[in-house]
Structures are given as structure tokens and as C-alpha cells.
Nanobody, 124 residues
Framework: QVQLVESGGGLVQAGGSLRLSCAAS????????MGWFRQAPGKGREFVAA????????NYADSVKGRFTISRDNAKNTVYLSMNALTPEDTAVYYCAARIWGSGSAYADAYGSWGQGTQVTVSS
């Protein structure tokens, strides 16, 4: 299994931006489609965005469409989540996840590897 480590979280004011990174171990990163999920206090894990193995296909939750962008650099074994126009409702722990061979999915159960998460807090 691939090992995933997220970074880039922090505290930001409403309207601000952050870019999360997720670094993957191993030499087969391009074999994995990748996803970002988030979990706010007292809530279940929520799909945010996903990207195909090549990076040519992406999909987003309606709540972040137009504000967040998922991208990947297979040469660097890294997937990114650029977040703009942040609101307090975006406050959560953000997790990246990897799915071997399959396409990007909005379903958490489709992913076999998860990072430890990075906290994003948006103040009003």
C-alpha cells in the first residue's frame, strides 16, 4: 500500500486561500487515483474532490466547485488541493486517499489508503 502524508493546513481568515499537499511513498503513484475528503467536528467524512491517475479527469463536491482545484504531479508523487474563497463551513480535518487502478471516486470505501489528515480552520 502507498503511504500518504498531508501538509499545508492551518488557520486562515474567511475569503483566504490555502494549498494542501499530499505526498505519497513508493514508485507507483501514477497507478492510483487520488481523492480529498474532509471531516468536520461531529460530522461524517465528506467527499471534496478526486483526480484520475493521469490527472486528466477531476470531479468535485458541489459545495467546493469553482473554489477548490485538485491537481497532481506524478513526477513528485504529490497531489494538491488548492482552496480559495474559504468560508468557516470549510473548517475540517482534510484527508487524502489513494485508490489503486480505479478512477477517481466520491465514495470513501473505494479508497484503500489514507493519510493522517491536516487541520484547516477558517475564521469568520
Amino acid at each position: 500500500q502507498v503511504q500518504l502524508v498531508e501538509s499545508g493546513g492551518g488557520l486562515v481568515q474567511a475569503g483566504g486561500s490555502l494549498r494542501l499537499s499530499c505526498a505519497a511513498s513508493g514508485r507507483t503513484f501514477s497507478s492510483y487515483s487520488m481523492g480529498w475528503f474532509r471531516q468536520a467536528p461531529g460530522k461524517g467524512r465528506e467527499f471534496v474532490a478526486a483526480i484520475s491517475r493521469s490527472g486528466s479527469n477531476t470531479n468535485y463536491a458541489d459545495s467546493v466547485k469553482g473554489r477548490f482545484t485538485i491537481s497532481r504531479d506524478n513526477a513528485k508523487n504529490t497531489v494538491y488541493l488548492s482552496m480559495n474563497a474559504l468560508t468557516p463551513e470549510d473548517t475540517a480535518v482534510y484527508y487524502c486517499a489513494a485508490r489503486i487502478w480505479g478512477s477517481g471516486s466520491a465514495y470513501a470505501d473505494a479508497y484503500g489508503s489514507w493519510g493522517q489528515g491536516t487541520q484547516v480552520t477558517v475564521s469568520s
